[in-house]
């Protein structure tokens, strides 16, 4: 059973524009987010995490919002540039172990 | 400094076979997991290990198992080999015990033919 699902497994933005990338969780008990970059032939790289103590965190061009009543989060990337090309997985971290999403490969237009 | 390396890079079976996976944490890290990642899947965890004792472990038949050595590298191994057992095998090894942050390395591609 999936408990973090991206149900968009891919995304096509404009340079200079904003990338959305949006996660949804089943379980309640979730009380730490992340998201991680991957790109072919290396291991996920941390990007930026969110407890569920909070509903924003931001670092530079990175947002991450959390709506807990939703079971939701989303990560923005403004402004988007070409070497933000890669798979994004969203993560919750309920108690010592991950569970990841899907991926969705961003790729950012010249 | 050097970050999580794994070895080997790629490695091919076939089924029935017994293959081990070695990963090297970043230096002054305790704690390593172990992540399986299917193609079009984003990554599975299979075990936690800190301080040589596992910490967690996945949903995954006990024909996977690990162990950490004094040094802290970790070897994952999986006896039985079928088909599906075909994936990338990440390792991640963090600080301490609680893993928010975790730096993961290159991976094994394992194919079992």
């Known amino acids: 059973d999936q408990q973090v699902k991206q149900n968009s497994p891919s995304l096509s933005v404009q340079e200079g524009r904003i990338s959305i990338l949006n996660c949804d969780y089943t379980?309640?008990?979730?009380?730490?987010f992340l998201w991680y970059k991957k790109y072919p032939a290396e291991g996920p790289t941390f990007l930026i995490s969110?407890?569920?103590?909070?509903d924003k965190n931001e670092d530079g061009r990175f947002t991450v919002f959390l709506n807990k009543s939703a079971k939701h989060l989303s990560l923005h990337i403004v402004p988007s540039q070409p070497g933000d090309s890669a798979v994004y997985f969203c993560?919750?971290?309920?108690?010592?172990?991950?569970?990841f999403g899907t991926g969705t490969s961003l790729t950012v237009i010249p | 400094d050097a970050g999580v390396t794994q070895s080997p890079t790629h490695l091919i079976k076939t089924r029935g076979q017994h293959v081990t996976l070695r990963c090297s944490p970043i230096?002054?890290?305790?704690?390593v997991s172990w992540y399986q990642q299917v193609l079009g899947q984003g990554p599975q965890f299979i075990f936690q290990?800190?301080?040589?004792?596992?910490?967690g472990r996945g949903n995954f038949p006990d024909r996977f198992s690990a162990r950490q050595f004094p040094n802290y590298s970790s070897e994952l191994n999986v006896n039985a080999l079928l088909l599906g057992d075909s994936a990338l095998y990440l390792c991640?090894?963090?600080?301490?015990?609680?893993?928010?942050?975790?730096?993961f390395g290159p991976g094994t591609r394992l194919t079992v033919t």
């Open positions: 969110i407890s569920s103590i909070k």
């Open positions: 230096s002054g890290h305790k704690s």
């Open positions: 991640a090894s963090s600080l301490e015990g609680w893993i928010y942050e975790q730096y």
């Open positions: 993560a919750a971290l309920p108690r010592g172990q991950f569970y």
């Open positions: 379980n309640s008990m979730f009380d730490y």
């Open positions: 290990y800190y301080e040589k004792e596992e910490r």
